[in-house]
């Protein structure tokens, strides 16, 4: 889709050129076709946002409980040698 915007924009590039309304209408349609697409690649991001955001705090809460659950056993000390 990009791809073509791209030709378009080559395509159409010269600046001397004049314009029908048709090669205005085609321009203004395939713009409009990439802020479709962009506006779909922004709400993906933000439905993955989303997702990771719930993850992390999934996360956050399940090492906090295994911190707590976390037994600390009492180590002994090595005996210190007499020389």
């Known amino acids: 889709m990009f791809r073509n915007s ?4 080559n395509k159409y590039n010269d600046m ?8 205005l209408e085609e321009i203004v349609y395939k713009q ?6 962009m506006h779909d690649l922004l ?3 933000k439905f993955q946002n989303d997702l990771i955001h719930n993850i992390n705090q999934t ?3 399940e090492i906090g409980q295994f911190k707590k ?4 056993y009492p180590t ?5 040698s007499k020389t």
Do not use: C
């Open 43 to 45: 709400g993906i991001m």
């Open 59 to 61: 996360l956050r809460e």
């Open 16 to 23: 001397s050129k004049r314009y029908t309304k048709a090669d």
């Open 69 to 72: 659950q976390q037994v600390m």
């Open 6 to 9: 791209k030709e378009l924009f």
């Open 76 to 80: 002994r000390r090595k005996p210190r």
């Open 32 to 37: 409009l076709e990439n802020l479709n697409a």
